[in-house]
């Protein structure tokens, strides 16, 4: 009993030492998650975007707040978790089965539910109690803001062929934007317990 009484304790505190963290620092496989959504996103082309030049729109990607330094780590983080989580959601639908080759869309969604579940393993330690706090901060609701304008765009589109690749072209852009992000805070030291 006094063997798994130590043995627990250990674990306990391998847990939470800064440098026996389980698993609360970016992973390489985090990156190789990210170029591979990237990647496939590509094949996912089906018409050109010159085909579609008259349903072009800016959607306001915040792009300088994701890839500048305005951000904390702590915000840094909510904000690449939240970018992944609506990607995830808009991929996820009904409307994208439809206008998507189902594998590449499927091998997609995958992948982002990968990477949400790796950075899932540090949003307790990360967000904690702060949680409810750091869903209220303007980054976050600039986010989601972002993603519902493309919501908006697809609906007033009628989820044409179109509409699925000018979103599907800034969708590139806003996940090279997290991908930039998951660099900074790799190199903000990638351990996130020290949040």
Known sequence: M??????????????????????CYLSRRLMLDARENLRLLDRMNRLSPHSCLQDRKDFG?????????????????SVLYEMLQQSFNLFHT??????????LLEQLCTGLQQQLEDLDTCRGPV???????????????????????IHDYLQE??????????VRVEMMRA?????????????????????
């Open 127 to 149: 967000m904690g109690e702060k949680d409810s706090e750091l869903g209220k901060m303007d980054p976050i609701v600039t986010v989601k803001k972002y993603f519902q304008g």
């Open 2 to 23: 006094a063997f798994l009484l130590s043995l627990l304790m250990a674990l306990v505190l391998v847990s939470y030492c800064p440098g026996g963290s389980l698993g």
């Open 157 to 166: 589109k009628g989820y044409s062929d179109c509409a699925w690749e000018i």
């Open 61 to 77: 990607l915040p792009q300088e707040m994701v890839e500048g330094d305005q951000l904390q780590k702590d915000q840094a983080f």
């Open 94 to 103: 009904e409307h994208s089965s439809a206008a998507w080759n189902t594998t």
């Open 175 to 195: 996940l090279t934007s997290s991908t930039t992000l998951q660099k900074r805070l790799k190199k903000m030291g990638g351990d996130l317990n020290s949040l």
